[in-house]
């Protein structure tokens, strides 16, 4: 459980890291080759499309992060909320995230959210 609370950290905090090298590295550590990643805005494949999708939201939301306020975990898949905050810590979004995992890796993430 202590691995995938990790990794949540980690991707979490690559929504707000602009070293776009640096994020695409702590990317690969956490998800599988064929990873996987939809919301109600895209769909996209692996850790380069989702780093540019990063980029995207850090040019678009200046300043904004993401704090995980629940995470539960089991049979190698997990249902994750979270609240999205501006530069001024202010509550501006909440969604929740399933995932799901192979051999310890994120192997698909399917957002929702408003």
């Known amino acids: 459980m ?3 609370n990790q990794i ?5 905090e690559s929504w707000s890291n ?3 090298i640096n994020r695409i590295e702590e990317l690969r550590k956490i998800m599988t080759e064929d990873f996987e990643y939809r919301d109600p805005n895209i769909v ?3 850790c380069e499309q989702l ?3 990063m980029f995207q939201f850090q040019e678009k939301y200046k300043g904004a992060y993401f704090t995980i306020t629940d995470f539960q975990f089991h049979n190698n898949r ?7 905050l ?3 810590n202010q509550v501006v979004s909440k969604g929740t995230d399933f995932a799901m995992y192979n051999e310890g890796k994120l192997k698909q993430i399917i957002g929702f959210f408003k």
């Not at 949540?8 to 979490?12: A, I, M, Q």
């Not at 997990?78 to 999205?84: D, G």
């Open 2 to 4: 202590e691995r995938n």
């Open 8 to 12: 949540w950290e980690t991707y979490s």
């Open 18 to 20: 602009d070293n776009s």
């Open 44 to 46: 996209l494949n692996g």
């Open 51 to 53: 780093s540019d999708y």
């Open 78 to 84: 997990s249902l994750v909320n979270w609240n999205m």
């Open 86 to 88: 501006n530069a001024q």
